[in-house]
């Protein structure tokens, strides 16, 4: 079998033909040079940029499936674009091709109230949208750490964040999509209503699928009140396991947190040093409460007795707006943090997850193995979903210290899957877990295989992506 590099030059006089007539057809909407094409690539991560051949920005479903059905007349990859946040090399383009960047497909189409949803273009922002929603008292839950990532990005990776122990994952909030099928037939998933029976979820089937199934041009999601109280506390423990316990507790409990988050001694101190905190730097369980001024005050009350119990050192509570977000812009910057308090090193973030009564064990392990494998690598984590993050800062030139990271990261996800948990528990597959997926899924990944063999038969849609071939 040919290898990335021999297909991306066989292919390239084809891509050549094919980006002279999108240029023909998109004009200064199509691009080749080098600096954007390379934007357009994996910037964010570890894995090294491959850049496509050319950038075309479409605005409209129709002019989507337009492109796809061009792509697929001249056997060329289409790399679907967002904001480019994803972390596993998702928008590389291993054998060329084009981005196809949706960032120009950017309106909020129709906000109803009364069914607390909304139907929006795939390349509005989640900043965006709930700046648009605000005045209206309404809010999109979801909440990965990039602001700017987009609706359309978030979906296909099945995106989830701080808020998802609440108001769910993308799996949860995302209704009905539009999308751009790889043979350029533009079908909508679902209707609107809250359930359906109406035969296989087709919805679900698009989102987590890192833009290997299908295009989504235009997404409906659910909404929420905004709360009338809020309540967020900074709250450091004796030791990691205690703040586990805490958060185990509190969620067996059905205590009804919107966001519980753990930051490891060493990410607080990375944090304090980005973001001019002081906090202690002990495990820390940054909490926060939606509700009434009755409910919350309850919830903190029982909560407060959780964590004493489990060696909490003490409460910071903050309920003026500006402590708030104080608190949760560092939390938000907790993976800048690390690049700022070890400048000129890589950082390689990872995520797992397990089922939640094994999430103390699984992190106190990993802690235990980043001691042995002398790597410094600060854990921040989504602990109320049982999944966290371990963020490795090394040096990419230095062999030795590559080869003892590369072995912690297939340890812990080998280690969260034995737990019967997963290897991604948001960031997803892109090209940096393929090999951790076939250890994880084994025969589920021949059917994944089969659905993308029958789906996407020219495997134009982002190809290398979730399998190393289809
Ligand atoms: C600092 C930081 C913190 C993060 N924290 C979190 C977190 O807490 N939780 C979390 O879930 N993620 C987190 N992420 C990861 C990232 O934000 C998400 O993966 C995000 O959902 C990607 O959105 P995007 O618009 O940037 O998509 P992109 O990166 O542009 O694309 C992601 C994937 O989706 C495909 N795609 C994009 N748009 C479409 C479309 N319209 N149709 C079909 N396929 C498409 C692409 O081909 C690619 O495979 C974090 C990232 C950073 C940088």
């Known amino acids: 079998m040919a290898t990335p590099k021999q297909r991306r030059s066989e292919s390239a006089r084809t891509s050549d033909a094919f980006v002279a007539l999108l240029k023909e057809r998109f004009g200064d909407r199509v691009t080749t040079g080098d600096a954007i094409c390379g934007q357009h690539a994996n910037t964010l991560t570890w894995i090294p940029s491959e850049p496509p051949d050319a950038v075309v920005w479409p605005v409209s479903t129709l002019e989507v499936a337009e492109i796809v059905a061009l792509a697929g007349a001249h056997r060329v990859p289409i790399v679907p674009f967002g904001a480019g946040t994803s972390l596993e090399g998702h928008v590389n383009a291993p054998f060329g091709g084009v981005a196809l960047d949706l960032q120009r497909m950017d309106r909020v189409i129709e906000v109803r109230p009364r069914d607390l949803d909304c139907t929006i273009e795939a390349g509005v922002t989640r900043k965006r949208l709930n700046e648009h929603l605000r005045d209206q008292g309404l809010f999109f839950s979801v909440d990965p750490g990039a602001e700017d990532a987009t609706l359309g990005g978030m979906a296909a990776t099945r995106a989830s964040g701080t808020n998802a122990v609440r108001y769910g994952t993308m799996r949860e909030n995302v209704l009905n999509v539009t999308a751009v099928m790889a043979d350029a037939t533009i079908v909508r998933t679902a209707g609107r209503a809250r359930k359906s029976a109406a035969g296989y979820d087709l919805t679900r089937l698009l989102i987590g699928s ?199 990261l297939d340890r812990l996800a080998d280690r969260a899957i034995a737990m019967d948990g997963t290897c991604s528990g948001e960031h997803g597959i892109g090209q940096g877990k393929i090999a951790v997926l076939e250890r994880e899924l084994a025969g589920g990944l021949d059917v994944m295989r089969q659905i993308k063999r029958a789906l996407d038969p020219l495997n134009i849609l982002n190809p290398g992506k979730i399998f190393r071939t289809a």
């Open 210 to 408: 890192e833009g290997t199934l299908g295009i989504i041009t235009e997404l409906t999601v659910r909404l929420f009140g905004i709360p009338e109280t809020v309540v967020a506390a900074v709250c450091p423990f004796e030791s990691l396991e205690g703040a586990c316990d805490a958060s185990i507790d509190a969620i067996s409990l059905g205590l009804g947190l919107a966001r519980i988050e753990l930051l490891d001694a060493i990410q607080i101190k990375a944090v304090n040093t980005h973001s001019k905190l002081d906090l202690e730097e002990a495990p820390t369980l940054f909490v926060e409460f939606h509700g009434t001024p009755a409910t919350t005050k309850d919830q903190v009350r029982i909560f407060e007795g959780i964590a004493r119990d489990a060696g909490a050192l003490r409460f910071d509570w903050a309920e003026a707006p500006d402590d708030r977000s104080r608190l949760w812009r560092a939390r938000h910057d907790a993976f800048w943090a690390v690049g700022t308090t070890w400048p000129g090193k890589t950082l390689l973030v990872t995520d797992v997850a397990v089922p939640i009564s094994r999430l103390a064990e699984c992190i106190t392990k990993t802690e235990d193995d980043i001691r042995r494998s002398g790597l410094t690598a600060p854990i921040v984590g989504h602990v109320g979903d049982g999944n966290f993050h371990t963020i490795p800062v090394v040096d990419t030139g230095d062999e030795r210290e590559m080869t003892a990271v590369h072995a912690f």
